[in-house]
């Protein structure tokens, strides 16, 4: 007979696959299990193995990415907005370091990949409510401008979280941030003021500051 499965064994060993990559531990199926005080047998019961507990991870942190940009309110203003979710993307990837670099490995396939994908439609909603009010060119496709925007911070953090520089590196957010939305047909003042609005930079300890 098949073990019955606990939610919470699952997310425990989640949680112990992150912690390990964190503090780049190499991840095994008995190095996983050890202090958790489970069996290797859970990963299979769980998982199917540790190519699914790979998928299971990926797949994790588009689930926390999708409740983090949930959180972002949506008010009056669109291009305050769709500063936020970027702002609300960097304090996702900074205060997970470990799921992050696990989101974007395109080797390991994702449990639900319409689930990841819906993460970005919060930026394309925020995008298409800014070109309905005037803000962007009549010409804008929101899903186009949802992706820049997207990119734009995708860059920024890898060059933080995973790269070379220094988190002071997230103070050009604002300016490109700007200089993307003018481009896309916004009033430069107005732009500014809205994107100064809905910009933070993530607090140094990696919390993220409500939106």
């Known amino acids: 007979m098949a073990r019955p499965k606990d939610p919470a064994v699952r997310t425990r060993l989640i949680e112990r696959a992150a912690v390990m990559l964190r503090a780049r531990e190499p991840v095994t199926l008995r190095t ?6 489970v069996s290797t047998m859970a990963v299979y019961t769980h998982f199917g193995g540790m190519d699914g507990l790979w998928q299971a991870l990926r797949q ?4 926390r990415l999708s409740a983090r940009l949930t959180a972002v309110p949506v008010s009056p203003d669109p ?7 970027c702002a609300a993307y960097l304090d996702h990837a900074l205060t997970h370091p470990d799921l992050y670099r696990v989101m974007f490995d395109a080797s390991v396939d ?7 994908d819906a993460t970005l439609e919060h930026l394309v909603q925020a995008a298409r409510r800014g070109r309905d009010a005037g803000r962007y060119r009549r010409d ?5 401008l949802a992706v820049q925007s ?6 920024l953090v890898s060059l933080v979280a995973t790269g070379p520089l ?19 047909g916004d009033d430069p003042d107005r732009c500014r003021a809205s994107v100064t609005r809905g ?5 140094p300890d990696g919390d993220a500051p409500p939106a």
């Open 32 to 37: 996983l299990v050890a202090g958790t005080g």
């Open 60 to 63: 994790e942190g588009f689930t």
């Open 79 to 85: 291009v305050r907005d769709l500063t936020a979710l």
């Open 110 to 116: 994702l449990e639900d990949l319409p689930a990841a």
């Open 140 to 144: 804008v496709v929101p899903l186009d």
């Open 150 to 155: 997207w990119s734009l911070g995708h860059g």
């Open 166 to 184: 220094p988190r002071e590196t997230l103070d050009h957010g604002p300016f490109l941030l700007a200089a993307l939305f003018t481009a896309s």
């Open 199 to 203: 910009w933070h930079r993530p607090a």
